[in-house]
Each structure stands twice: as C-alpha cells, then as structure tokens.
C-alpha cells in the first residue's frame, strides 16, 4: 500500500500526559498537512510542510502543539499535557505541490486521540 | 467566519434516486473546489474537484455544478446506491503557489435506502 499512513491508529490517553503521532505520507510528495477534525464536523487545517520547512501554523494549533518533518519525509505531531478539549481525529494529507493538474491531498486514515 | 457552508446535514435518498448537496462559499480567490468523500473510521478521500472556469464536471455518476457569480456549487449523485451512504465534505482552496490548506465544509451525511 502506497498511500498515506498514519501511527497510531487509536490513542487513549489522560488529560497531562504527552502524545506524539507519526505520518508518513506518499513518498514522493513534498507537502504534509496535519488537520484535526471533532465529531460531526470537517477537518480544520493545523500546520503544513513544503518538504522539511513548516510553513504555515493555525491559529488552532497552541504553544502545546509541535509539528516536525526532520528529513522531509514523515512527520510527527506532538502534543503536550493533553486536555479533554484535545480529543479529536488528527489526519494527515500529503501531496505534490506544483503540478500543473490538481493539487490533490491524499489523507491518512487518521488517528483517533481520547484524553480522558 | 464559516468560508464554506454545507447544506443539509443530513439527506436520506431512495435507491435509485438522486442526492444532491448544496455548497457556498464567500472568498472569491478560492479556486480549486474538491469534494471528499469519508466512511466510518477513514480518512476523507477527493470524489471529484473542479476549478471555477468550468460550470460543471461529470466523472460516473457524480457531477458537480458551480455557478461563480453565486459563489455555490453543488454535487449531484445519480442513480444513487447503498454503497454510497457515507459523510460527503464540500471545499475550497488557493491552489498552485499559494497557501493551498483545505477549508472544508461541515459535512452531509448521506444515507442510501435499498
């Protein structure tokens, strides 16, 4: 499978720990997107990469949140002391910026964080 | 500020029958219009997408129409089918040099009688 994954899948956690989740996106595509998307709504755009540099930051994403891309390749999001207001699908998106056809992002299957 | 509204909700259609869901949106630099389709625990996958110099795109049975000087385009599913029941997301974005981060709508959730 070439696609978008995305580690761990589910996370549960309690509200103070750290969690960190990993994307790795199609090889290669040189933009990686992170969204968070709650129950019963769209995903909402966190950060973005062009390769290892991030680009652009929501105004979502708190002093808790940190996103790295090391090498260009696969990315991490972490979050620090977690809160319940935290929980939510965190996806993933990558895609081939500077076609002349579509950008098109390619999503992970997300994972699902609980902070209990 | 809601840039993309969805509507409805939610829409129950027939077997057989047509779906169709309404989308607007309000920044008129936005163009490129993807719809994404999601099922239960997956991430949302592009359905068809569409650029505003076009008024409408037909792949299959799925045709999106835009109507730019209304800032609305809408997606049609023809001959809808119980496989087709699942969450359907309108966007936008600024493609091509530019920030290109997806502002998505809030959803439809689409559910197909057999």
């Not at chain 1, 998307?37 to 808790?64: I, V």
């Not at chain 1, 991490?76 to 993933?92: F, H, K, P």
């Not at chain 2, 795109?57 to 999106?64: C, H, L, N, P």
Request: proline share 5%; hydrophobic share 30%; net charge positive.
């Amino acid at each position: 499978d070439t696609g978008v994954s995305q580690d761990p899948r589910h996370k549960i956690t309690k509200r103070g720990q750290n969690v960190t989740f990993r994307c790795d996106p199609i090889s290669e595509h040189n933009r990686l997107y992170w969204y968070r998307q709650t129950l019963g709504q769209g995903p909402e755009f966190l950060t973005y990469f062009q390769n290892e540099a991030q680009l652009e930051k929501s105004r979502l994403l708190s002093d808790r949140f940190s996103a790295e891309r090391p090498k260009g390749s696969f990315s991490t999001l972490e979050i620090q002391r977690t809160e319940q207001g935290d929980s939510a699908m965190y996806l993933c998106a990558s895609s081939l910026a500077f076609r002349t056809d579509t950008d098109t992002q390619y999503f992970g299957p997300g994972t699902r964080l609980t902070v209990l | 500020q809601q840039q993309v509204k969805q509507s409805p909700q939610s829409l129950i259609v027939q077997k057989g029958g047509i779906s169709i869901i309404n989308c607007a949106y309000e920044n008129t630099a936005f163009d490129y219009f993807p719809w994404y389709q999601q099922f239960p625990g997956k991430g949302p996958a592009l359905l068809i997408a569409i650029r505003p110099d076009v008024s409408e795109k037909k792949e299959g049975r799925f045709t999106i129409s835009f109507n730019k000087s209304a800032k609305q385009f809408s997606l049609h599913i023809m001959d809808s089918q119980p496989g087709d029941s699942a969450t359907y997301f309108c966007a936008a974005s600024l493609s091509m040099n530019r920030d290109d981060k997806i502002i998505f709508g809030k959803g439809t959730r689409l559910h197909i009688l057999p």
